[in-house]
């Protein structure tokens, strides 16, 4: 059974890191997260609306 060579480990081992690279920056830049500030002034108006 053949083996493989050094060079050829090297080459597969950098393939699947560029994989999981690619696959964490699409996972990173799929989602859309809304900002601190917005939600921030949402709670400021939802708190300061008092019904006595």
């Given at each position: 059974m053949?083996?493989?060579?050094?060079?050829?480990?090297?080459f597969l081992f950098i393939y699947f890191i560029l994989l999981l690279l690619l696959f964490s920056i699409?996972?990173?830049?799929i989602f859309l997260y809304s900002?601190?500030?917005?939600?921030?002034?949402s709670f400021f108006k939802t708190?300061?609306?008092?019904?006595?």
């Open positions: 053949p083996q493989m060579s050094p060079l050829n480990w090297w699409i996972n990173y830049y900002s601190p500030i917005s939600k921030k002034n708190s300061l609306n008092w019904k006595w």
